[in-house]
């Protein structure tokens, strides 16, 4: 079981998206000098839990940094600026799940090496460390617009007004903040104004709260009550349950905006995706004051901004960046920037951007006969790492249908690349054929050119499973050896515990094939990893199978009934491995041994919706009826 952490914050997201944001560097299209991630940021231990991790994903923890003397309320609004950019990522899928503490500067992300490495580039990210625990998302504490979040009965009211004072402002969002401790504070509620400016907050607990007014269009700037910039300094106010305050008020200053158009340095073709952020030097460190998200055609706004001077910074918003990160004006660090000078009430036009394209990784992954493609191939690129002297896994991705990868984000450094088969079917292995990362040989990246023919052939290593079988009758698949077992082999480890096993002649006599242990005439000689198996266990045992999985599997289907196995270690829509053999076939049925009272599942490919039965699974086996011959290929991995 999971331990669920109480979330003092989190914003409305899928649950469990995986996060994953473009890495940030810092250098334009001629240099090589990507690397601005400041040495000691990242405590080394959250390296190594990522690198050991199946998945290649880690929990750690990020703290801002603190106004000195203030304390950790004071990481606030630098909590606020860098979910903001998180939240403008969500739509591309880019974020998984996180959990920001306000008040206690801890935000807790799960994530992969480019996720890491985008939070350790962000300026007013102070430390990064390891968290040995699982979390997941409570519902729960998520709050939503239309708020119901208890049985108390407290309301909050006020209006928004432009900066005139009386001209009534619709569509703004306002954030309302419970104190839940000392210094800690949790999101209790978001709604919008209506058209005459006012809002209400209901359903609140008695306690002390703040509020953040916010412009989603960008023409206002964002203000905490009473006329505040900063949470640090908003003004508390007391609810008490069944009792409304009102008065609570704001009127909003006009902002200004920054905006342009982002181009490839090679063809000049627009670039979407590309996050834009606007920086503002304050008390000797760079502080986000707004960011954006280019269109498909190139364009973006920064909106919101207060009068004054910022610096402009371009990132590829891709899992694997693309384009190499650069500061308006065509500049590789913020120090060089040139200013960019923002006035209330108008648009700071032109700020244009060519961003130079990082080289590329390219390969193929097959078994080991050199022409079978093998998908789902986990590929770690590690790049080597001067100032600590190691390799470190930089990216993560996975080989498509065909076997293939492509990784972008190379630079001009060394990189060694290991190929891992999470189900265990492949034995894991480096670059070119080497058993470990230290024997692995060396790729040499290239800046904007693509490093092709990095392949993999993977050898097939003996699999060991075990499934448990209750009490009963089981539909399974159990055979792991090509060509098949004698059932006495196959059914060894569950001898004693089962009384009878049953598998279906598809194309032959049309009739069962049965083993029995204690009779000499049973006629089921072999069980091979194509069949369906009825296995009655007189009790409960668990059944322990090992060999080498077949890479494919051909099944011959007879128009009528066949009974059928799944030979594939990995789990798949149903549609999809039976898309071969579309509109040969009328119905699938699977047998869950684990709901007796409701154990048939069907799936129909002519009914859209209200199918039980979803997904094909492996050790499973399955009843599909035909309406003409056909051969099935299912793919081992």
Known sequence: MRKIIQIVFSLRLPLFTIFFVGVITS???????????????IDPAVWQVLQSSE?????????????????PESAINAQMHLVRVLELLRDKGMIS????????????????AVSLRFVSSWFEVDRILPVRIEFALDEDKIPSQNPSLSDANGVVTGVVYGPDGFSPLSGIRVILYHQTGPVSWEISSIVFTGSNGSYMVSNLQTGIYRVQF????????????NNQSDFIFATNFSVTDGQTTSGINASLAQAGGISGTLTTVNGGSPLADIVVSAWKSEGGTWKNKGSAVSASDGSYRVGGLLPGTYRVRFSDSNPIPR????????????????????????????INASLGSYGRITGRVTAQDGITPVSSITVDIYVWETSSSSWNLQYSLDTDENGDYISDGIDTLDYRIGFVDISEMYADEFYNNKPDLNSANTINGILGETVSGIDASLTRQVMMTNKVLGTGWNLVNLALTEGGEAPETVLDSIAGNYSVAYAWDNCGSGEWLSFNPDDPLSDLETIDP????WLDMTSTDTISLDGLHPITTTITLCTGWNLIGYPSVVSRPIKDVLGGISGKYEIVYAYDASNPTNPWRTFNPNIPVGNSLTKMEPWTGYWILMNQNAELEIPGH
């Open 323 to 350: 384009y190499i990160d650069e500061f308006y004006n065509n500049v590789s660090t913020i120090g060089n920037a040139t200013d960019v000078n923002v006035v209330a009430g108008s648009t700071t036009t032109g």
């Open 55 to 71: 998945d290649r994903l880690a929990i750690y923890s990020v703290a801002m940094q603190e106004i000195p003397g203030r304390g």
């Open 97 to 112: 799940e996180y959990q920001t503490y306000y008040g206690e500067n801890k935000i807790l992300i799960k994530g992969g």
């Open 530 to 533: 194509s069949m369906g198996v």
């Open 27 to 41: 250098s334009v299209a001629a240099s090589s000098e990507i690397k601005q991630e400041p040495p000691g940021k």
């Open 214 to 225: 916010q412009d989603p269009a960008g023409n206002y700037v964002s203000e905490f009550y």
